[in-house]
């Protein structure tokens, strides 16, 4: 089994900066791929970002150049690094976890195994 716990959300002005965290324990394996999506009340989760086992990365054209994903494996932490936030990037953010080092859509939420309670992210204009 594994859990995963976010952190690091909260309110910032548009144009601001936020750092994710996300703590991976338990069952957990350096050849998992990872990846953060959010999801506005009502409307289908989004894949963000996503990070495979030889640090291979995906973005969402919506966050492309903006977002940096990573991960510290001996850590076991994901990161996700935001700038230049804007309002529309308003939602619950989730980490999750799939048992495998490579996905062919690692955007896609159904391939994910494992997801995090999610944490907060408000952007004001």
């Known amino acids: 089994q594994v859990q995963l716990m976010e952190s690091g959300g909260g309110s910032v002005q548009a144009g601001g900066s936020l750092r994710l965290s996300c703590t991976v324990t338990?069952?957990?394996?350096?050849?998992?791929?990872l990846a953060w999506f959010r999801q506005v009340p009502g409307q289908e989760r989004e894949g963000v970002a996503a990070?495979?086992?030889?640090?291979?990365?995906s973005y969402a054209a919506s966050v492309e150049g903006r977002y940096t994903i990573s991960r510290n494996n001996p850590q076991r932490t994901l990161y996700l690094q935001m700038n230049s936030l804007k309002p529309e990037d308003t939602a619950m953010y989730y980490c999750?976890?799939?048992?495998?080092?490579?996905?062919?859509?690692?955007?896609?939420?159904?391939?994910?195994?494992?997801w995090g309670q999610g944490t907060q992210v408000t952007v004001s204009s």
């Open positions: 338990g069952d957990f394996y350096s050849n998992h791929c």
């Open positions: 999750a976890a799939a048992r495998v080092d490579w996905l062919p859509r690692p955007l896609r939420p159904d391939v994910y195994n494992y």
């Open positions: 990070v495979d086992s030889d640090g291979g990365t």
